[in-house]
Nanobody
């Protein structure tokens, strides 16, 4: 099993940056594709970014493409989400997830963190 803990969320002004981290437990972190998802009040959970187990491929939601960057450090059992040029629309709880499939579909991720709040003020 994999246990995930997000950190790095907070309050930031529009146009600012935050870097989220997701620390994973266990010795098999590198076996999993990793994803970031977010959920705003009254909205469904939506895909943000994903990265393959090797870090060789990434994919992003259109809403964040060009602003966010996902990366991973398997030696540290950690995946990151660098968020630049933040907008109020980015306000949400951000979740990291681990799964066996490189995918933008939440149902294909098996393990989830508890989330970290990101609030972007205008």
């Amino acid at each position: 099993q994999v246990q995930l803990v997000e950190s790095g969320g907070g309050l930031v002004q529009a146009g600012g940056s935050l870097r989220l981290s997701c620390a994973a437990s266990g010795r098999t972190f590198s076996s999993y594709a990793m994803g970031w998802f977010r959920q705003a009040p009254g909205k469904a959970r939506e895909f943000v970014a994903a990265i393959t187990w090797s870090g060789g491929s990434t994919t992003y939601a259109d809403s964040v493409k060009g602003r966010f960057t996902i990366s991973r450090d398997n030696a540290k059992n950690t995946v990151y989400l660098q968020m630049n040029s933040l907008k109020p629309e980015d306000t949400a709880v951000y979740y990291c997830a681990a799964g066996m499939v490189f995918s933008s579909t939440p149902n294909l991720y098996r393990y989830w963190g508890r989330g970290t709040q990101v609030t972007v003020s205008s």
